[in-house]
């Protein structure tokens, strides 16, 4: 097995939507705003390639939407996903499987695409099975009134009317390993991946960022706050436990860690970059 991160880009979101309650005199020492009060986020995935197969987990933003829909979040860098993938010698035509953490619009939306006439949608991966679970398709597709925005219909319905969507189980999923949680969206997947004899924890969105480790600090977008800390709790007690490495999708600085127990409870150990720590 191999593992490539692929950046697709940056954006940028309102810093205290992204903390919640936590006073941005706090978290601006981490996540420093713009005149705005916009933070600066990562759209990175990860590619696995295992024997046949190769996975990606989550694709980013895309680019089928209108230009006034890209100016609320300020894209900006020169990574793309076409030019990740291309960095290890890979194309979009190479994806057999793609694995969706959830639905939201930053981490579906690379998976379909205009086609050249601009006038139907098409797989952006053509040869791949794009997996989600039933209960979090059915929660994104009977959205609530405080997810619609996040739930867009161009992301999620072609990937049922392409015939490329497939719902998880243990038999057929390729990522077997994963942890599911509700407290962000209903179902959300972070896949646990051993690799060079370390558990590797694709975070997703239960902790966005490096910064995001300290109990209270839970993103006003979550549905359910009180149950992402809940979880947030478990899954870092057992983090230290079994000495994860942490792999973040949103941190535009940090690409990984690991945690460790102090006086104020569990933070980061150590910081470091996917291929600095496993070559």
């Known amino acids: 097995m191999k593992l490539y991160v692929i950046n697709t ?156 969507l497939t719902f998880t189980d243990i038999e057929t999923s390729p990522l077997k390993n994963y942890i599911t949680v509700n407290g962000h969206t209903d179902a959300m997947m972070l896949p646990i991946l051993e690799y060079q004899q370390r558990k590797i924890v694709f975070c997703a969105d239960l902790l966005p960022s490096v910064g995001h480790i300290p109990l209270p600090y839970v993103m006003g977008y979550d549905t359910r706050p009180l149950l992402t800390l809940e979880e947030k709790e478990i899954f870092l007690k057992k983090a230290v436990e079994e000495k994860y490495v942490l792999f973040f999708e949103h941190d535009s600085v940090n690409e990984c860690c690991t945690l460790t127990h102090t006086e104020k409870g569990i933070r980061s150990d150590s910081t470091f970059s996917f291929t600095e720590y496993f070559g």
């Open 9 to 164: 880009g940056y954006f940028k979101l309102d810093g205290g939507a992204m903390f919640g309650v936590v006073p941005k005199t706090i978290w601006q020492k981490t996540n420093p705003a713009d005149e705005n009060n916009m933070c600066n986020w990562a759209m990175r995935c990860l590619l696995i390639e295992d024997g046949k197969r190769l996975i990606l987990i989550d694709n980013g933003i895309g680019e089928k939407q209108e230009d006034k829909f890209f100016s609320h979040y300020y894209l900006h860098g020169t990574d793309t996903l076409q030019k990740s993938l291309a960095k290890y010698g890979f194309t979009p035509n190479d994806i057999t499987d793609v694995f969706l953490t959830h639905l939201h619009f930053d981490h579906c939306g690379g998976g379909i695409k205009w086609n050249k006439d601009h006038t139907r949608f098409e797989a952006t991966f053509p040869n791949a099975v794009y997996w989600t679970n039933k209960a979090h398709w059915k929660w994104a597709t009977e959205p609530n009134a405080r997810e619609k925005a996040s739930f867009l219909k161009e992301n999620i319905l072609p990937m049922q009317e392409l015939g490329i």
